[in-house]
Every structure is written in C-alpha cells, then in structure tokens.
C-alpha cells in the first residue's frame, strides 16, 4: 500500500516533469494487469518508459535520416515494400503478427499485454533486430529502394499502434 504519511508514493507531477507525460502513461499502462490485480508502482517501473520513449525516438530519427533529403522532404514512394530478404520477410511477418495480437488485446481490454507485445517487438525486433540490419541492405544500391519502404512501412504502423499510449512523441516523430 502506497501511504503519503509513509512518503512511499509517486507524486505524478514530480515524476511526469522528471521522465515526460508520454513516458509516465507508457509505465501506467504496462502495469495495467487483467483482473484487476494489485500493482506495485516503483519508479524504476516508469523510469522504463523514459528509456523506451528514447529508443524509439532515436530509431525514428534514424529512418527518417534514410527516408529523407538534407531538406526533410521524403525521398520513398508510397509504394508497399517487397520482401526481397530473409530479413525483410522475417520483420514484416513479426509486424503483421503484432499488429493482430494488439487488435484482439485492444478487444478484450488487455492494455498491459498490448503495451507489453507492442514494446517486445518495437525495442527487441524492429529497433535490435531489423534497423540494424538496415544499415547493411541500405548500403546495397539493389535493396536499398526497398529496405527504405520496408522501414517507412514498419515505423509508420508503429508510430500509429503506440499513438493512444504515447501521443505527444508519435505527433512529434
């Protein structure tokens, strides 16, 4: 149990101007648990939030950096990504996968499991896993159009799958 008296609570003003608004809804609501069981609300749960919204930003600015002319202006047609690599394939079937899974969570309600399957594949897949093997493909003039469609498809899909969480970053992105 939380106690002002014990001074074991967080003060959510404090906080959201220590870690930002986005970051503090993203660890409220990767706490949210089915049931409503008992949550323990430590500051390192939403210090974690502060560190995702960091990963995805600094992922974001990647992509864009590869997605646009020295003027901000995107370079990338509309057209939807082919899967000419093994990783290519891999990514957007994880994506394709997550993006069911968070259809059916929102359904029933399952906002931590939503947030927590969203935050897997953004940080352990997309972010670890697929910009970093970008880096390669882009380099090669023969998948580079593609590798660009196939990241501009993938952050745009995210960006819209975590806006009710983390409106304020994703409007910025």
């Not at 957007?92 to 931590?112: D, P, V």
């Not at 939503?114 to 697929?130: E, S």
Request: aromatic residues 10%.
């Amino acid at each position: 149990k939380m106690s002002k008296s014990k001074g074991n609570t967080v003060d959510p003003v404090k906080t959201i101007d220590e870690i930002g608004c986005d970051a503090f809804r993203f660890g409220l609501t990767s706490l949210v648990t089915y049931g409503g069981q008992d949550i323990k609300l430590a500051k390192d749960k939403l210090e974690q939030g502060r560190l995702f919204a960091n990963k995805l930003w600094n992922a974001s600015r990647f992509v864009m950096m590869n997605l646009c002319d020295p003027d901000g202006n995107i370079q990338v047609d509309e057209q939807l990504p082919e899967v000419k690599t093994g990783l290519d394939a891999w990514i957007l079937h994880q994506y394709s996968q997550t993006c069911q899974r968070a259809q059916s969570q929102l359904r029933e309600y399952r906002f931590g499991e939503w947030v927590g399957d969203l935050y897997d594949f953004t940080w352990n897949q997309f972010c670890d896993w697929y910009v970093e093997g970008a880096k390669a493909q882009l380099k090669d003039p023969a998948l580079r159009q593609n590798t660009q469609r196939v990241l501009r498809t993938v952050l745009d899909g995210l960006l819209r799958l975590w806006h009710p969480v983390m409106p304020y970053l994703t409007e910025a992105i």
